[in-house]
């Protein structure tokens, strides 16, 4: 009779458990805490197991807290079940994600093809190289990422497939669209800003002037261009430039550098007039003469006939590229920017002039014998 008794008692017993299985999320109270784990009362036949390993480092667990749990394992054998907190927290933030929400995220590795980060501490999200910023980046740029949190809009999300597509570009066009209204207004043509160096390429430099980035053409950099760009600038270097160009429409800015400097043709003219002798180099030999370079970027011009008073069938013949040599300024065409110059030079010119004369003056006396 009492053997009857004790069995229906735990058969009524083991009937008010509720099943728990694999796969699951339970609701339960920890109700001790160890090294390595924690115990859960599940309000079932055996409490639950919860390794730390399976809580987020930043989580402060206590004894009597009621927590949500996924079910890793049952064993039916001996009755224990293995649960992890990090599995709900998970499904609680894909619940979360939705295209278009701007979400938290922080830089976890980075790879060929784009930047992993983390929603929440346990979502792994996915960000191409070319939603990391305005303008596609490369490896190096999507390194300095690592360890910093920022916000990144979520492109495409798909809980089942576990798969997150962000981007960090759709927030900061935004705001540079945003900056760019203000901007219009006070960008014109001619106008001159402080800017910011924020790329340096082969054909060119992308400088901020506070909301919009635009380009300084390598054309546009300098009047010598001798130097490379990257010599030049460095990356958030201030720097003047000048509107050359804007778009609101294509959401085009031109810039110039060399715009705000003198002209090196103006500069040299300004010291130099007719009549002056200087010294210059020879850059280019033409069979109708030869290019001087007297300045940065300014050059003058000998024709075949004002290189020497001997005849010269080439001027290859007599002068080299390299060649260091005196010319005198014969004259300056202000409007086309030109510079003519003779290696005929004043002393020989006068000298020439002096032997005319004699010449002129026999003739004349020989002329005078001849009539008497």
Not at 296 to 313: A, M, Q, R
Request: overall charge negative; charged content about 35%.
């Amino acid at each position: 009779m009492v053997n009857e008794s004790m069995e229906q008692l735990l058969a009524e017993q083991d009937s008010s458990y509720q099943e728990i299985y694999k796969g699951t999320v339970v609701e339960g109270t920890v109700i001790l805490e160890k090294d390595d784990a924690y115990y859960i009362d599940l309000q079932y036949k055996t409490d639950g197991y919860l390794p730390k390993s399976e809580v987020f480092d930043d989580e402060d667990i206590q004894v009597g807290d009621k927590v949500k749990l996924f079910v890793i394992k049952v064993d039916k054998n001996n009755g224990e079940i293995v649960l992890s907190k990090k599995r709900v927290d998970e499904i609680s933030a894909w619940d979360d994600i939705e295209a278009g929400k701007i979400v938290s995220v922080k830089g976890l590795e980075v790879n060929a093809k784009g930047l992993i980060v983390s929603y929440k501490g346990n979502v792994r999200g996915f960000i191409p190289l070319s939603q990391i910023e305005l303008k596609y980046v490369g490896e190096d740029v999507a390194k300095t990422y690592l360890g910093k949190e920022f916000e990144a809009e979520v492109l495409d999300v798909d809980p089942k497939k576990r798969r997150l597509i962000l981007s960090r570009k759709s927030i900061l066009q935004k705001v540079q669209d945003e900056k760019l209204k203000e901007l219009s207004g006070t960008i014109e043509e001619g106008k001159t800003f402080k800017g910011i160096v924020k790329d340096v390429k082969d054909y060119g430099v992308f400088v901020d002037i506070g909301g919009m980035v635009g380009l300084v053409h390598v054309s546009e950099v300098s009047w010598n261009r001798s130097k490379k760009l990257k010599d030049m600038f460095k990356l958030d270097q201030e720097i003047d430039v000048q509107v050359l160009n804007f778009s609101l429409e294509e959401k085009r800015l031109s810039l110039s550098i060399k715009s705000l400097e003198p002209h090196p043709w103006d500069e040299y003219v300004s010291n130099h007039k007719v009549g002056d002798i200087v010294d210059g180099e020879v850059k280019n030999i033409k069979d109708y003469g030869v290019f001087i370079n007297l300045f940065p970027v300014v050059d003058g011009f000998v024709h075949i006939s004002n290189i020497s008073e001997d005849f010269v069938k080439n001027p290859g013949e007599v002068l080299k590229v390299g060649d260091t040599v005196q010319v005198k300024i014969i004259g300056l065409n202000e409007e086309d920017k030109k510079i003519e110059l003779s290696m005929l030079l004043e002393e020989k010119q006068e000298e020439v002039k002096e032997d005319n004369s004699v010449e002129e003056d026999n003739n004349t006396q020989n002329s005078e014998t001849s009539a008497e």
